[in-house]
């Protein structure tokens, strides 16, 4: 039997396209029909890429030609999908902080990096350049910020806003700040389980009067754990930043650090690495570099993960000294640490800035141009 071509389009159109509100032929899936004879070839290509999709069209359109056109004829079905491509920009999650633009997450994989060193140097370098900064320290394990702000001895007021009592970040340098050592005794050592402390974060950044901030930058406890999968769920979390050593050990760390926001429940975009201690000068041999912990390690392993390498800082006594005593290195004006956190700062805010524009507009969001960057206009 001699079968015909116009008779198969008509019996797909019985057939309704997985997903769609179309039938097939009206919906563009079917491609192709060719007839020789008994035998029929039926090219279709559908959007859903689930396998019972794909079953029940193919079982479809050999019963409906066998039904409706011919018992006996010989059916080849070559079946393709073209799903929607996932959207490759990262979702907002949480709930928008009315105020606050951009949320920067500094993390570490391994403990006593510099994280906190360093999310305090970039707050600072980021309040230099006009831009207005929050710093929340959500270290619960040892947060550092109140020494390294030199506010260890203040305690945040309760002001009326609105007819609500809310928190007032402690200021300095700059930079509003708040920390889970601001409700804790410096001896004691405070056993946080993961709701508790969920609890007191979320206290500190929704019952707390930060007002307009082009920066929140959060510092992370070390590691991947409970604590920073209740930040992610609860906090907008523009981008986040993986501090490491160039040693081994930090680096694996590291790795696992990105892999956390990489992971598609937490999918927060990683501006990029930082490298510290990337390598020891002596404050009387400036021009010498010794390379305690390695060479280029975090650079590498950004190149090898494929994500952006924001900058190196070095090991120098006088940043450890200036965390030690509550003023963070880069107030100390026109030296290689201030030049370097200005580099590193440039990078990040760069970084921010090309995700911004890769992503829908949300109050998350807002930071779109350079300006204001008294660091980019220097270069
Ligand atoms: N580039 C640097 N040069 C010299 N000392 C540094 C440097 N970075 C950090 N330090 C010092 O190393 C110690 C650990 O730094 P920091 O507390 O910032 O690390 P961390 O990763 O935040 O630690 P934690 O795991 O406790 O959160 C501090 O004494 C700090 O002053």
């Known amino acids: ?3 015909k071509k116009a008779d198969i389009l008509k019996a797909l159109e019985k057939i309704s396209a ?47 030609i066998h039904s409706e056109v011919y018992q006996k004829a010989k059916i ?3 079946l393709k999908v073209d799903a929607p491509e996932k959207p490759t920009v990262n979702q907002i999650k949480g709930n928008p902080i009315p105020g606050i633009q951009n949320i920067i997450a500094v993390a570490s994989g391994k403990g006593g990096v510099g994280k906190s060193t360093v999310t305090a140097n970039l707050a600072v370098t980021l309040a230099k350049m006009g831009f207005k900064v929050g710093l929340l320290d959500t270290d619960i394990y040892g947060p550092s910020i109140p020494i390294m702000f030199d506010v260890a001895m203040e305690k945040p007021l309760s002001i009326n806003v609105d007819g609500k009592a809310k928190m007032k970040p402690v200021e300095n340098y700059g930079v509003k700040l708040l920390s889970i050592g601001f409700f804790t005794q410096p001896n004691q050592a405070v056993i946080w389980r993961g709701p508790m402390a969920a609890k ?18 959060l510092d992370l406890p070390p590691g991947t754990g409970d604590i920073h999968l ?13 501090v490491s050593t160039p040693q081994e050990i930090a680096l694996a ?31 009387e041999l400036p021009n010498n570099k ?14 090898n993960i494929e994500v952006p390498f924001l900058g190196e800082v070095p090991l120098v006594q006088s940043i450890r000294e200036a965390g030690d005593v509550g003023r963070p290195a880069v107030l100390q004006t026109a030296t290689p640490i201030e030049g ?40």
């Not at 097939?24 to 035998?39: H, M, P, Y």
């Not at 209740?230 to 993986?242: E, F, Y």
């Not at 010794?290 to 190149?303: R, V």
């Open 18 to 64: 997985p997903g769609e509100g179309q039938n097939l032929v009206e919906s563009g899936a079917v491609n192709n029909v060719q007839v020789f004879g008994d035998e029929v070839e039926v090219d279709v290509t559908i959007k859903n890429p689930s396998l019972q999709a794909r079953k029940k069209t193919e079982v479809e359109i050999l019963k409906i």
């Open 230 to 242: 209740s930040i992610m769920q609860s906090l907008p979390v523009t981008g986040a930043v993986v």
């Open 290 to 303: 010794y390379y305690i912990f390695g060479q280029n390690g975090a650079k590498n392993l950004a190149e």
């Open 200 to 217: 007191a974060l979320n206290q500190m950044i929704f019952d707390a009067h930060w007002g307009e901030l082009d920066f929140l930058l």
């Open 76 to 78: 080849k079905v070559n």
């Open 1 to 3: 039997m001699k079968l």
């Open 340 to 379: 370097a956190f200005e580099e590193l700062t440039k990078n990040v805010v760069q970084e921010l800035v090309a995700r911004n524009t890769e992503l829908p507009p949300t109050e998350a969001i807002k930071i779109t141009t350079m300006a204001g960057c008294a660091a980019v206009k220097k270069k």
């Open 253 to 283: 760390d590291a790795r696992k650090g990105v892999a956390m926001f990489q992971q598609e429940a937490i999918n927060v975009p990683v501006l990029g690495i930082v490298e510290n201690m990337a390598y020891f000068t002596p404050a």
